[in-house]
Structure formats: C-alpha cells, structure tokens
C-alpha cells in the first residue's frame, strides 16, 4: 500500500466513537466528557471532538481558553455541548469567553474576580466549575482556602453574576489503583463537596475521574467523567492492560513513504555520531519524518517501524526531518509503506510501544506529532449511533 504525501496520520473517527461508548457502557448515570486538549492529543480537536458528540459525549473539555473558543468558532454549540476550559492565566481572553457560553475554571479568587469583571463588561452571566486541590497539588483550591473561594462564588451567584455548574479536581495517582492517594483524593473530594453544598451551591456536575479513574475506580464517576487518552484507543494504565482489553482500539495510524533505498557495504555508518554502522553489505530505506515531525528523537536506535512485513527498529539517531532503516537481507522499494504506530492489527508497533522505546508515555507519542504530519480522517460524519 502507498500514500500520496509524505507522511500521514490517519485518524479512524469510527473507533474514536466506539470509544466512546465503550467507556459509556461503564460509567452508568455519568455523563461523559470528551477532553479534546493540545489538538485532541494531536488527533485534532474539532474531528474529535464531533466524532464524540455523535457517540453520546455530551461535554467538551480544553485546557487554554483559546482551544475552548476554536470549537465554537468551528461551529459546536452550547445546544450541542457544553465546554470547559481550566487553564487560565490573568490576561486570558475571559470576555470572549463568557460571550461564547464556555464554562470557566476557577482555582482560587483572583480567577473569579477576572471572571466578575468579565461578566460585568459582557452584561452576561457566567457558567464557573470551581476546582479544589485534593492532593494533585497543581491546579485547584487548597483545602484551607476553598471555604472562602466557595463563600465568594455562593455570593456571586446569589447577585445572578455567575453559575456555578460544576465541582471539581483532578487524581494524581489514578493509573496506580491500589495507591493510597487515591482513597485520600477521594475522600478529599467528597469533603469538598460538603462544604460548597453546606454553602449552597448546587451544581450540575461533579467529576473527578479521568481515563484510569473512568476505567478503574467507579466510585469515583460522580455525575460526570472525563474521558482523555482513552477516548483515542489508548491505555491509560498499560502495565495492568492494553487497549482491547478495555473494550478500546488505537485511533491514530502515523505512516511515511520510503524516501530513499540503496545497498551499502559492511561497516558504513548511519547518520549523524555513526552511532551504528552496519554489521555486513546491507540495504537500508529512508524514513522521511523526524523529530520536526514529531518522532522522539529518545528512540534513536530504539524505535520500531513496520516495513516489507516485518518488526524493524531505528538504525542510528533519528534526525530532524528523517531517520534510517537496516532491511538486512530484505527488499523495499521507494515510496513504500513505513507504519511507525497503528492498531497493531497488521503486526506493526503501537504508540505504546514507541513509548517504549523512548521512556517516555504514549500521551507524548500521539500529541507530540506535529502540524507538518497532515491527518487524514476516516469515518468522517458518520453518526453510527450513540
């Protein structure tokens, strides 16, 4: 098989919908929200994010502001899906926000004063999740300062200012079911819960599960889960199980054209510090992609390719735009097919496996392909139920 660029990454939409409801099927009451961050983890955000509304997802998650906006500028209502956006910064875009009815993060009272301002600047009220910190120890309010941002949100929204429609945090340990953060996050979580409801506040959802939580630890759903890495076919937890055995498929294939093949003789270097040189007369093929591309530079020497129906491996340090192949005795053709990650219906390396390879964790592999890698989209449109 060959393609007509390049490089490509080709998206399966209709394994992302079934995706979707196969972590449905586990959530009962809980409604899901698929989180479409850094480009849909480099699936490419509005595909994705359509693709999971058909499936029955029923909110957007995003990090910046400006990924939140980009879906409704793409043409995703509020009657479609709400949207949350959490990672905020004092000069964020709060106005255009508010006016786009995307529901906004706040982890501490400076936040909710931008958003006060805003909504005082719009005339519209605002939709605000207030987020605690249990124990992740990133985002969110501390336990000894959350009565007072609650205090403040309750009395915002009593003067018709704001919503407050969610509650929520984030697991530090989740990929770990047996740690103890867990229980602890858990626990924290639920007593943060007390004190906004013994204030008054009555919000639509509450979430606190991501991928390994939704997957793992039910009792963590609340009224909403949000569904990342998983929703893109991948393990969250891949020491305790691959994709399959969650009811998921891959959704990302990234492939290339054999750019070049010649026969070089024994003991030849191959590209840059000649970290490898070829044991005995060889043929090596050209794969046109390198870490420009995305493709871990870590994987030198390490990283898997499918090539002429077999499990190959990187030969010497992967370059910018390019790296080598060693086909021993084998035969390839220019403009071949090179499958770096896929399924691994066909034999080929996972993401997981290019994780592998380079210490690293399959969220890195998929969101750090890059823009010059077009995608390509399969099942497109197709509303296959939900």
Not at 9 to 35: E, H, K, P, W, Y
Not at 97 to 105: G, K, N, Q, R
Not at 143 to 169: K, Q
């Amino acid at each position: 098989m060959r393609v007509d660029m390049r490089a490509e990454a080709v998206v399966d939409l209709a394994a992302l919908r079934a995706n979707i409801r196969s972590l449905r099927a586990r959530t009962g009451s809980a409604a899901v929200m698929s989180v479409v961050k850094a480009d849909g983890y480099g699936h490419g955000g509005v595909p994705c994010a359509r693709a999971a509304l058909e499936a029955g997802a029923t909110w957007l998650g995003t990090a910046t502001p400006e990924e939140a906006l980009a879906l409704r500028a793409a043409g995703i209502t509020a009657e479609q899906a709400r949207v949350l956006c959490w990672l905020w910064t004092p000069g964020g875009p709060w106005e255009q926000v508010v006016l786009a009815d995307i529901d906004i993060s706040v982890s501490g009272e400076w936040a909710l004063r931008h958003v006060l301002d805003a909504v005082r600047a719009t005339g519209r009220p605002a939709r605000v999740h207030l987020k605690a910190d249990t124990g992740l120890g990133r985002n969110g309010a501390q336990p000894h300062d959350w009565p007072d941002l609650v205090a403040a949100a309750r009395a915002a929204e009593a003067e018709g200012l704001i919503a407050v429609t969610g509650l929520w945090s984030h697991f530090a340990c989740a990929d770990e079911p047996g740690h103890p953060a867990n229980a602890a996050q858990l626990a924290a979580f639920r007593t943060a819960l007390a004190v906004a409801e013994a204030a008054g506040l009555r919000p639509e959802v509450r979430h606190l599960a991501n991928s390994p939580a939704t997957l793992l630890l039910p009792e963590a759903h609340f009224d909403l889960v949000r569904a990342g890495l998983a929703q893109y076919g991948l393990s969250p937890v891949p020491d305790l199980g691959g994709p399959a055995d969650f009811g998921l498929r891959p959704v990302m294939t990234l492939q290339a054209q054999i750019a070049q093949v010649k026969r070089v003789p024994a003991g030849h270097g191959v590209s840059y510090g000649h970290t490898y040189t070829v044991p005995g007369d060889t043929t090596l093929a050209l794969v046109p992609v390198g870490y420009a591309d995305g493709v871990p530079r870590h994987a030198s020497g390490t990283g898997p390719v499918w090539l002429a129906g077999k499990w190959r491996t990187v030969a010497g340090r992967v370059a910018m735009d390019q790296f080598v192949v060693d086909l021993g005795g084998d035969h390839a053709e220019v403009g071949d097919l090179a499958i770096l990650f896929g399924p691994g219906d066909r034999g080929e390396p996972t993401a997981e496996d290019w994780a592998r390879a380079a210490g690293t964790i399959s969220y890195e592999i998929v969101t750090r392909i890059g823009a010059r890698v077009p995608r390509r989209y399969l099942g497109a449109g197709q509303g296959d139920g939900g």
